[in-house]
């Protein structure tokens, strides 16, 4: 995952559509015909890397030339709308001059004839590429003061930099001859090597510790940032609204008591979704009456299943129940209990408040008859009221669940 | 009747002074504790009947004063009385040795209730609780280790669910045609079997609902 995302921050023009995206040649940003670039994006490298390679291939004996027109053939270029933008001809020109400045070394130092003394040099150089580009500019100066942090980052391509680096050291020495004579040479520098990276390495070590210890830090600061704009956003504004609102008791106790919910569930509950579960809808049905009426309404669900239309109805119904406790009870809190089982789903209403007789209840009041009962009975479930004047109320509603 | 002695440990000044407002003189409130250390050594300087014991507290929490009192072989009751709500810290504290856990809004009467329950050796469940110990010991799909301690009988059951629905003891005696005392030891039984069940699933539970 950590490669693909680099594939995108190195090249913004690689085409995200696919999982595995294929090499093509980006109009916008090219210099030649895109290819270095469109390579680039494919092996999450900079672009700048590939084109040093090409030159560098080129003045070895022409390699470069031949791969990039290889590649230009066989690689499509990328669908581009809109007028083609313009190349950057100081940056061709940079290039230019690279290559020329490349050519008289190697006719200094005689490598440009080409053949396998070629080699070592183009290895090394684009190793080094390589290992430079993995070190972007902000990260360059963490990567002087400790190396450790860098070689976990994209391990694979540092170490093919890295091994391209010795291979083309080892390479132009024994292509020149100079190996035997290096190698005193090579034991006398692993060894100051060796005894600087001892000498260094708690040093080293102590840096990494105080680079993690910083990172936590950050994390924490940013939870924190987060913590604060949350307690500003809601909290802070619920305090203010109190304020306004100091002389009306009722009000103050709505704000209160929902502020205090929207508080309880950022901290403990479990991220649901209303529309899914059950457990979540009656939790959020509970919450809206509440906040429409200043009643308090205790909520405890156990258990949990997906919501299906007739348990939607239900909870319909279930709103209704707590409507009516939160209306005419006169209760100081209403408590709802829902049990989702494997076979049933269950969910008590229940108020502390005056009762009545349910023989009192004219026909024609909707609230029990039609949208309790008779809903539950219409979906296939079944609803009690159990109250008595003086005793409260309780509605119970149960609704089966076909098995799957 | 005795009155009952109490000690309030929370990390709230204006909370101390509420809740021993709250109680009047239902209850002798003997000394107020802010911490851990300070709860540590009050309780057994004064010998209190009961604990009303904060969940967060600096220094460890209520978990840490039910650990170190408990631990030393006391015999003092704790009531853990919280703002939070959240399953891990009921069950925590609960697990740790408190004999019943309230939330802050619960009402003056209502705590002094709970306080002469937890005092006569009862445990004392807030709905919330008692739909924590269902929904805990319901999601267990392998079998118990310990057939008594791991699962619930029906009766239990039946309790559990008449609480969590916000009756009160004497409501569901009344519903169930048992006596108050037989509810109390049905609510001291599963108590013990929240406390002493090995049931791992019962702190992962407990955990995995505030992880998701």
Known sequence: ?404 | MSTVRVLIVDDHRLFRSGVRAELGDSVEVIGEAEDVESAVKAIAELQPDVVLLDVHMPGGGGQEVLRRVLGAGSQVRFLALSVSDAAEDVIGVIRGGARGYVTKTISGRELTDAIRRVADGDAVFSPRLAGFVLDAFASSEAPPIDPELDSLTQREREVLRLIARGYAYKEIAKELFISVKTVETHVSSVLRKLQLSNRHELSRWATARRLV
């Open chain 1, 1 to 404: 995952m950590a490669d693909r995302k680099t594939i995108r921050d190195a090249a913004p023009v690689a085409s995200e559509e696919h999982a595995f995206p294929r090499l093509m040649r980006p109009v916008e940003g090219r210099l030649v015909a895109g290819v270095a670039q469109g390579a680039a994006a494919q092996l999450g490298l900079d672009p700048v890397v590939l084109r040093l390679a090409f030159v560098l291939l080129t003045v070895l004996g022409g390699i470069g030339v031949v791969a990039y027109a290889a590649l230009w053939m066989f690689t499509p270029l990328e669908p581009y709308e809109g007028r083609e933008p313009s190349r950057d001809w100081s940056q061709i020109a940079a290039y230019g001059a690279i290559g020329l400045a490349l050519m008289a070394l190697a006719w200094l130092t005689g490598a440009s004839t080409g053949g396998v003394g070629a080699w070592p040099i183009a290895a090394g150089g684009i190793g080094s590429l390589i290992l430079w580009q993995q070190a972007d500019p902000d990260r360059r100066r963490r990567w002087m003061s400790t190396t450790v942090g860098q070689v976990r980052q994209n391990r694979a391509r540092t170490l093919a930099g890295l091994a391209l680096v010795v291979v083309g050291a080892i390479g132009f020495l024994a292509v020149t001859d100079e190996l035997d004579n290096a190698q005193p040479g090579i034991v006398f520098t692993l060894v100051v090597v060796g005894g600087v990276a001892f000498i260094a390495a708690p040093w080293l070590a102590a840096l990494w510790k105080e680079l993690q210890r910083e990172r936590r830090e950050r994390i924490r600061q940013e939870e924190r940032a987060e913590f604060a704009a949350h307690v500003h956003d809601s909290v802070l504004h619920t305090l203010t609204l109190i304020q306004r609102n100091a002389h009306d008791s009722r009000e103050v106790m709505r704000l209160a008591r929902s502020q205090e919910r929207e508080l309880r569930n950022w901290l403990y509950q479990p991220k649901q979704d209303a529309d899914v579960s059950v457990a979540a809808a009656v939790r959020r049905v509970a919450a809206e009456e509440e906040d429409a009426h200043g009643v308090p309404i205790e909520v405890v669900c156990v258990g949990d299943c997906p919501l299906t239309p007739e348990l939607s109805a239900m909870m319909q119904a279930a709103r209704q129940a707590m409507v009516n406790a939160a209306k005419y009870s006169g209760s100081s809190v209403i408590s709802v209990y829902a049990e989702a089982e494997p076979d049933e789903v269950v969910v008590f209403v229940r108020d502390r408040g005056v009762g009545f007789d349910m023989k009192d209840v004219p026909e024609d009041r909707m609230g029990i008859r039609q949208s309790i009962i008779g809903r539950m009975e219409r979906h296939g479930g079944s609803a009690r009221v159990r109250t008595e004047p003086g005793e409260g109320t309780e509605v119970m509603l149960t609704m089966k669940l076909e098995k799957a």
